[in-house]
């Protein structure tokens, strides 16, 4: 542990001995162990329900496929070759209930960023569940876009670089807190390059937009870790408190591993033919 969190410690409780120090970094890892678990189980969640709603999208039998109107003709909705979406997947992805499926995330995310401390943590627990669930059910689409290979592949490249970074930003002494700033200038230009290329269609822009993207996400990687890691000893957080502060902390660390990986999915990942 750095000699500025040593400090800190002692501030918080009194002059630091070697046994204070001893428990606080016993807390410490307590806290971000409980913050890593929490992530793993949201995107255990995540991937089941990705799955799950894949499969029950996607049907090799035209008879019992969604039916939809071409040229005043009643036909299945075939996605490639041999492949249709069934009525559940027609109307997730295609009909407009989909950008219920793509909001609803958004939402989950405002109700517990600004919500959080009105919060019971059993409630802010199971939202964060939901919240899970909902980024499957979007996600699901990629298992119709992408070699499921290759979504294995981008998955263990995404998770050993996130693991790299995320243990970067607990151990290192350097003071990350001033990248914050740029690292959410650049959050806010990649979304808004990336809403700009929904309507331009540019597969220029994409590869820029998933390349600076990539960039973002490792440094908010990092600099989330080192965060989460200073509020705990500067925070003197207990009970609920360190609670719904565990479980902010892994909602910010899954988001950034889901962006992560959906992004190097756009720059690694090989497409269905």
């Known amino acids: 542990m750095s000699d500025l969190n040593r400090d800190a410690m002692a501030n918080r409780y009194g002059q630091a001995t070697g046994t204070t120090t001893a428990v606080v970094d016993a807390g410490l890892r307590a806290y971000m162990l409980h913050i890593y678990n929490y992530m793993v189980l949201g995107l255990a969640i995540t991937g089941f329900a990705a799955l799950g709603i894949y499969m029950l999208s996607m049907t090799g039998d035209a008879a019992s496929a969604a039916k939809i109107l071409r040229n005043g003709v009643e036909v299945p909705a075939q996605i490639r070759s ?6 559940l997947g027609y109307a997730l992805f295609v009909s407009p209930l989909k950008w219920a499926v793509i909001l609803a995330p958004l939402a989950m995310v405002f109700v517990l960023s600004f919500g959080i401390e009105r919060l019971r943590p059993a409630t802010a627990q199971l939202l964060f569940w939901v919240f899970s669930a909902l980024i499957g059910i979007s996600l699901a689409s990629i298992f ?5 290979t290759s979504i294995v592949r981008v998955f263990f ?6 693991g790299a970074l995320s243990l970067w930003g607990y151990t290192t002494q350097r003071d990350l807190t001033g990248m914050g700033s740029f690292l959410i200038m650049g959050l806010v230009g990649v979304i808004i390059a990336s809403l700009v290329n929904l309507f331009l269609a540019s597969s220029a822009l994409q ?3 998933s390349v600076v993207g990539v960039l973002v996400f490792a440094g908010l990687t990092a600099w989330d870790t080192q965060r989460l890691k200073n509020e705990y000893i500067y925070g003197a957080m207990e009970g609920e408190a360190a609670e719904r502060s565990a479980i902010m902390g892994a909602l910010s660390l899954y988001l950034n591993f889901i962006n992560l990986f959906t992004l190097l999915l756009q720059l690694l990942g090989q497409r269905e033919e």
Do not use: D, N
Request: glycine share 4%; no cysteine; hydrophobic share 60%.
């Open 82 to 87: 041999g492949v249709f979406l069934t009525p």
């Open 207 to 209: 590869f820029i937009v």
């Open 144 to 148: 119709m876009i992408y070699t499921h």
């Open 157 to 162: 490249i995404t998770a050993a670089s996130f």
